[in-house]
């Protein structure tokens, strides 16, 4: 251990130790040479010697001042920022990753085999050298990777894709050499080092071949791909390199996913349903919340967020208790604190009683169709409390996340959006403005249905997209106007049609539509429980797909 120290030590500073070899040697020599002159002109020697020295000295720090001022002008050198953490100081294990379920056994895999390098090698095999990770942000990558080095009990040094990211041409480089020198070096003491590199889409997007700017991103790129190369022949212990990226593969440059490189890939994704529940009680942990809360709801309500939202949202949801000064936090705080997130603070608009009727029947517009018709969307919330921008909202969720949609859940999709349209037409036999935003994402699904989906009525199949502008083919539309409008007036036979089912769906119902209008006016806002129970008691089930 100690001899390897000690090499480490001439390896790290041997440009030192032949410094300090050379000095003595001009040392030696002119004091030989001293000795030798007449003693007047020794003595002339050694008395303007202090001078000389000083002047020496005050010339170096002079230009080196200089100098320093000239390439590091507001920014401080690769030394300033130490990355390094020491495995035992990371707080993160395996089992504080939730869900995940199929990374985490891939990272336990990769654990594995650093602990085992030597077995590894003995049965021949190659030992593991980059690691992608790639997912959405928020999803965990930073906190996976630390967890495999918490694991396996190596060094690990974190730094992010943009710290390389310089002006100067090469700085970035040098960085990338110097980082990997460490690690290097540490590996050789403890066995292997794990170097993270976040956000690695910053430095290993695919080169380019601008005049402008372009060389400083290469010569890092360069420089990262000949370090990860140099692993190879690594004797003394394992350097892993992790990179995450929220981008896509293909955005990276092909050189770093080559083997050799970045050829093991681990996917982080989104939280399923029971992960987002797994998450919720995880943070909820931390603080005193009523034991009544419905965390299954909560999950439910909360598709598509990823782990980093989910933590965000409880402590806002502990910061609403405390605004109220209630040391629990309920369903009700967590569940305001999502709409905060997702649709803005509470504003107080001045609305008249009139404007403020129709806005409760436009949403109840929306209400209805959502919850009989639409085949997989929850309705958590209706309200007429403006916020943002927004003067009321049906706040609704799909159950699961959805890949892929069929054409009667998208038609539910142009139905809800209509109704609120509709409902103001049945009632006042005039509209507002309000239904503005709603027409704008029921058009642009009704044209995609038509453009894109093959869903039209009446036959008409394909992307026809494609033919709008294709640079492979001379970047002619090859789309008559003709056949542009067939398809617009497809699109708008659909919105006609869902406005008209939308309309008989209404009246038929349109007792309940007043029951909601009035519960909705009087309370402002209606939560799930109380939506299901005057759906219930007006003999209406919630429909399911
Ligand atoms: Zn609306």
């Known amino acids: ?76 050198m690769t030394s300033s920022r130490n990355p390094r953490i020491k ?47 790639e997912g959405p942000p928020g999803c965990g990558k930073t906190y996976l990777a630390k967890a495999i080095a918490r694991e396996a009990n190596v060094p690990f040094y974190s730094l992010s894709g ?49 005049f402008m700017g372009g060389q400083e991103h290469d010569s890092t790129l360069n420089q990262l791909l000949v370090n990860m190369d140099g692993l ?21 440059d092909p050189a770093l996913l080559r083997p050799g490189r970045f050829d093991r890939k681990i996917m982080i994704s989104r939280p399923k349903l029971s992960d987002r529940e797994e998450l919720f009680r995880y943070y909820l942990r931390k603080i005193k919340f009523d034991a009544s809360l419905d965390i299954p709801r909560l999950a439910r309500k909360t598709v598509r967020k990823t782990p980093a939202d989910i933590q965000n949202i409880v402590q806002e949801g502990a910061l609403v208790a405390m605004r109220d000064m209630r040391d629990e936090v309920t369903y009700k705080d967590i569940s305001e ?15 008249t009683p009139g404007e403020k ?32 921008g927004a003067l009321g909202v049906v706040y609704h969720n799909p159950r699961e996340e959805l890949y892929t949609r069929t054409r009667d859940e998208i038609y539910a999709d142009i139905k809800t959006a209509l109704a609120g349209f509709v409902a103001e037409k049945i009632k006042y036999g005039n509209t507002s403005t309000g239904a503005c935003s709603d027409f704008s994402n029921a058009m642009a699904i009704a044209s995609d249905m038509v453009w894109e989906y093959g869903m039209s009525t009446n036959g008409f199949i394909g992307d026809y997209t494609v033919l709008l502008k294709n640079p492979g083919r001379g970047g002619e539309s090859r789309i008559s106007d003709s056949l542009k409008d067939h398809l617009n007036s497809e699109s708008e036979k659909i919105m006609q049609q869902a406005a008209k089912d939308v309309e008989a769906f209404l009246k038929k119902e349109w007792k309940l539509v007043e029951v909601f209008a009035r519960e909705l006016l009087e309370k402002s806002e209606l939560d799930y429980d109380e939506i299901e129970t005057t759906f219930k008691a007006h003999g209406k089930e919630r429909v399911t797909s």
């Open 232 to 252: 190879a022949d690594e004797k003394g212990g394992n350097v892993i390199v992790i990179g995450a990226t929220n981008a896509a593969e293909s955005t990276l």
């Open 1 to 76: 251990m100690l001899i390897r120290k000690l090499k480490i030590l001439y390896y790290q500073y041997s440009f030192w130790f032949v410094v300090s070899a050379v000095s003595v040697v001009l040392l030696v020599l002119s004091v030989v040479g001293l000795l030798t002159m007449d003693s007047f002109f020794a003595q002339q020697q050694v008395a303007t010697l202090p001078l000389e020295t000083l002047k020496m000295i005050a010339w170096s720090i002079l230009s080196a001042l200089f100098f320093a001022k000239i390439l590091y002008s507001g920014r401080m």
């Open 357 to 388: 009727e129709r806005v409760a029947f436009h949403e109840t517009g929306h209400l209805m169709v959502l919850y009989t018709q639409h085949p997989t969307d929850d309705v958590f919330k209706a309200s007429i409390k403006t916020r943002g």
């Open 162 to 210: 943009s710290d390389f990211v310089e002006v100067f041409v090469g700085v970035g480089a040098s960085r990338v050499r110097t980082l990997f020198q460490i690690a290097r070096n540490q590996a050789y003491i403890s066995g292997a080092a794990i170097i993270f590199i976040d956000e690695l889409d910053a430095v290993g997007r695919a080169r380019s071949f601008s």
């Open 87 to 133: 495995a035992s100081d990371i707080q993160v294990r395996m089992d504080d990753v939730i869900g995940l379920k199929e990374a985490k056994r891939e990272a336990m895999e990769v654990v594995a085999l650093i602990k085992d390098h030597a077995k590894l090698r003995r049965m021949g095999g190659r030992a593991i050298r980059g690691i992608l990770m």
């Open 337 to 351: 604190a999502i709409e905060r997130v997702d649709l803005g603070q509470q504003t107080h608009l001045d609305l």
